[in-house]
């Protein structure tokens, strides 16, 4: 059992919360020391215990003993890498998500966040604090809040649909990133936004990598066997599903705009190479056959009739003229100037 | 329950169809008040409901409250960024589908066309008026439609039939563009034909992505297990069904197309370079040794015999030509000219 | 029910042929009114009425009433663009398939065939006459051949083989045709061609999209769960559903050598770019330092001893003579040569 | 029923082999009549008819005739480009395979092997001899081999494991090949390697074509439900049917590594280019100013102070020298040379 | 029975463990000689032989005999080129694995293992020593390790954890290979690098080869229907599985990196060639038109009056500079400078 994931210390930090449909039914607490309450029975019937930080052992394996926790589940919170999975172990379902999240300079963030729903309890383990459930506890301070009403289950739902919401941020932004890319490529390409739509790219591949197995879960627990959700609540997973299935065609079509970017990039980069070999071409055509004949008339040859002409001079102006005129109008012809 | 869609005001407005087989079964009102229609209880079989423009809450809450709509069902309705869909909810079915269109400037738009059918009642709800189900209400009014005979099940079809013929629409405009396009690249590639071409297939990725959940929405529909839909009407259900394949393979070929566009384009960039860089290898391997003799006997040293000879500056002028030739010989065997 | 298809007017002409197992059992009439014949009882065990041109919409109708089809079936048939398809309608089994073709210029074309199967009898409705089917007319005049034998299902199965094997044809013109290319791109690659490869790639496609249907039909029809074909029958239909696969890998084989064609001519390209480069810079890079000494020498400075040394012009000579040889002496060992 | 195949005629020859488990039930004839054969009572319980060239029409009918073969069977052993196929007919299983051979040209061939294997006897038709199945008629006239022991599928294992067999040693052709091309293209590309590319591509891709249904032959003989095979062949078969697994991964492999052989060919192309471009550059951009100033000072000004300084040429020299050196510098920096 | 492997001689070594739950219940012997083991009554639950070396025919076929396998199984084990499966022979489940490892330079080795399971007895055959399995040894002679209250089910788990765990350390390797391979060529593209992601191509499509099969290994296993593992174990199976699945990911995000430095490499190849295209152009424009003036005023005809004028010299020196920057100024303006 060892941790995976992010260096810094984040001191573990606890939250319980005890709730049930009637208005009096609250409690809450925060504490970091859980030795006193391996005996500790809720009073209401609804539990969420809510876990920040990943690096106090002890108390994670007195939950895991309290909660009876296979051991794997206990290693699987702790290896922050998992792919979003649900898995059912007898009388309680684990559920494993990500968290994702992008900073200012566009950098994608993600981090794990392991859910375990069992009869009456719902725990939730989050590397860090990051405030995504802050507006769940909110409502559940209410009363009248359907969570309190309809118990763990909706709870849980609440939970994995502030995560989905969070892909949406996400990929609204890079949607946006794209679209700017899309202007500043056709104003003037540049290696650096190949660089930028590669880094676009792998965000994007990372989030489908954690969305498809997300569908699987939702789609896993809206026809959940096991019955640890109401038929009512089905109907709200379903509309989570929806979602995913919607954010994962997004992916795609972003992904898409990515491809064209690039082939955007490459027939704009032709077109310049191109433009500048007509330059080149007619430029050099032009004046090749002019300067040759000036060098011509600038041989030292005793016997050159033309140079003791008096409208020698003149006339080969003229002809250089005529060239230029003719060829510049073979360019025009050609459709190359 | 919040409205996500078009920002500009559209006038929440209902119409009210009621009619049944009979000649004189058939009853139109339109208002936008629908209070004092909670106890309204309507007169023939059959009772459709359009609703044109979503700004309207209260209406459509009370119109959720009379025909007992989930609260979902009233979200995903505001929410018009759903990709289509059948749900069923106990006594009605909830379908959501996209009205897809093209502007004059080929820029797709499309909106949302939710649909709810129930034993004896159909419900429709759009962002704003667009004449499309227009034709639908003419033929209701005459009592030999078949919609007239066959109840709310046929009524759904007609309209889903309505929304898959628009896509026909679209497509043959993309079609059309894509062949204009085409002959343009042809005539004479440019960068901005392949913006247009990226766009077009940003369009066609849109559309795909409303034609795939459509096609499932039909076939779901057409398999029917909860008895909405008689067999007589499922037949015609098959027949869009068909359609929706047949428009998917239509946006394939068109994908297709315009990737055969792009690298139409690519390999004529890449064709005119070639041009250009031939002739310019061709005019420089020439020319350059001309003038290096012309420079050569334009030197001043004072021991240069050649240039006292009588005929020396026409041997030169012949060495020139000679050269000359022999170069254009040399290309012209390889085919360079 | 409108018809789509050939704008050009095909008189609507009827083929009626009745044949049972016996010598004496076959009977063939040609007729463009049926108006008589809606009380018409064939004499024969099988019937098989072929029509030709679909612009007769009485004569259609009337055939619709004789044979009690679904409007939906009318309908399809003269909508000519279906895609392959087979549907059962109670007591008939209803089929479209196309007919491809390819004129001598390489365009490929293809018209509806829609097949009526019933008990005892065989629809068959075209655009316009082919003769694809003349042969199976002319071995149903021959008392021993298998379809008077076995039956309509024989038929159907004789008519499909026979739509089948042109497609055979088709490819085969196409196989040519990219072989032909592949040999005139590797002797002098021009765009024309690549237009060209678009051309097949259009028309592989095109087929495609017809083939993958009718390897469906074929399935359906080879596992017929509504008893319409003898098991007999149904082991021919193996037979030509082996072909259509056969078919579908020849398209794609034929695609991807399209593909492999582009690929050659954009490397042939590139590779003439190269050639052309190395000979420009080649020569650029021998000339120019040559033609900067004639240059130098022939500057009119006063005092410029070089110029008066009785071997100067010759030692100038030399030197670019050794300069030459030496640049040529590096590209040769650089491979540029 | 008509012959397509090698037009070459290989005249027919049949070998007709009979033996049981005992060391004395062995024996082995051949013949090309088989008239009198239509009574024939074998003596042994397992016969093997092995036929090779397909032009004798009347032999292969008696052959039909005496084993009771479905005129279809008759007609796929001589259309022989059948893709690989297993079939049942009542008392025997028809299987086609193809035979797969590399000529020293690296030219890929392939043939037909039609085998049939019902209660007691084993017919195999080839095209022409091969000697593909000599070592397996050598095991057989030994009394201790296995296909002795276990009779009829046990020596259509051996048969269809000789024909698998002859894909590795093609494929190892194949995988030498594109080993040799990666060396010469990285060498010096030339566009003949790109031919041999497509080449070996289109090889691939047909044996690819065969390998896939020969996959399914294998598994539906591994899973074979009419009792055929015996459990103990049938572990045989799913060696064999791993062993095509294997080599459909290699197929891809090599598919593969043509593909990057292709993507190498081009950036080197590219490379070159940019090296050429690069030099052309760097040449172009040092002499340029310098012909310049000798030409300028090659003018014939009356008037031109600099011409008549007595250090005036060994100045111009030195700002040519500068010139150059400080351009030099330039590229250096730039890593352009 | 022949092996295909590493040529060198690796002596065969077998290590035999036996074990129980009980602390006393462990004994290991190693030896090459099985002769008099062929009666050996194993003293504990669980036998462990683990045979490194495959070259002593003879060892292989004793222990062939003494469990009983099936000559298929020992071909398979010699056949070191298998792809992971897994084979169901009666009493015994027959594994086969790969064994991946990367040497300092980069090249990916692999070997297979061969694990045989059965009721109470576990062989493993390895083609050489590799360590690999020395931590399981280690853990198993200390007797409160799992494996030894599990028993062998849970000895395979631990063996497969063990070679699934070594693509993750090989995938780590290629992805900072991969990262340096990025920035390497940021700096500056050369063909080598190309050569270099070729090369890291052909090590994850070999990966992907065999971790796709080796998934379908873990998903047999996890599903046992034939009982050799524990409902216990196969949670810890599950979670192998979970690895494997997040091995083919991370596998597939590698290959789409490696596409992604080939069109980062392609687009920075023509991003060199366009500036150095510039350049070149923006050098010949600007000088040829000068030299040409240069060369007019060299020209030795009679009659040319500028050449007396007292300033023509210097009108002719400032019509240069006024033509260059006129020139500059057009290319600064289009953005070329």
Redesign the interface.
């Not at 296979?70 to 890498?81: K, S, W």
């Not at 896993?220 to 989570?240: G, M, N």
């Not at 041989?299 to 102006?317: K, Q, S």
């Given at each position: 059992m060892q941790y995976v994931g992010h260096k810094a210390a984040n001191p573990t930090l606890a939250t319980l919360i005890e709730f049930g449909p009637e208005n009096a039914d609250f409690l809450e607490t925060t504490f970091d020391d859980l030795e006193s309450g391996r005996e500790y029975q809720p009073k209401y019937p609804t539990l969420w215990l809510n876990v920040h930080g990943l690096e106090n052992h002890k108390l994670l394996k007195l939950i895991g003993l309290r909660f009876k926790l296979?051991p794997?589940v206990l290693?699987?919170i702790l290896n922050t890498?998992?792919?979003p999975?649900v898995?059912q172990?007898g009388e309680y379902l684990f559920i494993t998500a990500r968290l994702v999240s992008m900073d200012e300079d566009g950098q994608l963030g993600s981090e794990q966040v392991s859910i375990i729903v069992g009869r009456g309890f719902v725990l939730t383990f989050q590397e860090k604090p990051t405030g995504t459930f802050a507006s769940i506890r909110e409502t559940l301070r209410t009363s009248e809040s359907q969570i309190r009403k309809l118990g763990p289950d909706y709870l849980v739902y609440s939970l994995l649909d502030k995560l989905v919401d969070r892909y949406f941020l996400v990929l609204e932004q890079l949607g946006e990133r794209s679209e700017n890319l899309d202007e500043a490529i056709?104003a003037?390409p540049?290696?650096e936004q190949?660089?930028e739509v590669?880094d676009m790219?792998?965000s994007l591949?990372?989030i489908k990598?954690s969305l498809w197995p997300m569908r699987e879960v939702l789609n896993t627990l809206q026809r959940d066997e096991a019955d640890f959700f109401h038929s009512e609540t089905q109907?709200?997973l379903?509309?989570v599903y929806?979602h995913t299935?919607?954010l994962i065609?997004t992916v795609e079509?972003l992904r898409?705009?990515a491809g064209?970017l690039?082939?955007?990039?490459?027939?704009?980069?032709?077109?310049?190479?191109?433009e500048?070999?007509?330059?080149?071409?007619v430029?050099?055509?032009i004046?090749?056959?002019?300067?040759?004949i000036?060098?011509?008339?600038?041989?030292?040859?005793?016997?050159?009739p033309?140079?003791?002409?008096?409208?020698?001079?003149y006339a080969?102006?003229g002809l250089?003229g005529a060239i230029a005129m003719l060829l510049s109008l073979f360019f025009w012809l050609r459709?190359?100037v």
């Amino acid at each position: 059992m060892q941790y995976v994931g992010h260096k810094a210390a984040n001191p573990t930090l606890a939250t319980l919360i005890e709730f049930g449909p009637e208005n009096a039914d609250f409690l809450e607490t925060t504490f970091d020391d859980l030795e006193s309450g391996r005996e500790y029975q809720p009073k209401y019937p609804t539990l969420w215990l809510n876990v920040h930080g990943l690096e106090n052992h002890k108390l994670l394996k007195l939950i895991g003993l309290r909660f009876k926790l296979h051991p794997l589940v206990l290693e699987d919170i702790l290896n922050t890498q998992q792919r979003p999975k649900v898995e059912q172990y007898g009388e309680y379902l684990f559920i494993t998500a990500r968290l994702v999240s992008m900073d200012e300079d566009g950098q994608l963030g993600s981090e794990q966040v392991s859910i375990i729903v069992g009869r009456g309890f719902v725990l939730t383990f989050q590397e860090k604090p990051t405030g995504t459930f802050a507006s769940i506890r909110e409502t559940l301070r209410t009363s009248e809040s359907q969570i309190r009403k309809l118990g763990p289950d909706y709870l849980v739902y609440s939970l994995l649909d502030k995560l989905v919401d969070r892909y949406f941020l996400v990929l609204e932004q890079l949607g946006e990133r794209s679209e700017n890319l899309d202007e500043a490529i056709n104003a003037s390409p540049s290696p650096e936004q190949m660089t930028e739509v590669q880094d676009m790219r792998r965000s994007l591949q990372y989030i489908k990598r954690s969305l498809w197995p997300m569908r699987e879960v939702l789609n896993t627990l809206q026809r959940d066997e096991a019955d640890f959700f109401h038929s009512e609540t089905q109907l709200y997973l379903r509309d989570v599903y929806d979602h995913t299935v919607q954010l994962i065609e997004t992916v795609e079509s972003l992904r898409e705009m990515a491809g064209g970017l690039q082939e955007m990039y490459l027939s704009l980069q032709s077109q310049r190479l191109n433009e500048q070999m007509r330059m080149l071409t007619v430029i050099t055509t032009i004046f090749m056959p002019l300067t040759l004949i000036a060098g011509i008339y600038g041989m030292n040859f005793d016997n050159m009739p033309e140079l003791h002409w008096a409208g020698g001079y003149y006339a080969v102006l003229g002809l250089m003229g005529a060239i230029a005129m003719l060829l510049s109008l073979f360019f025009w012809l050609r459709r190359w100037v």
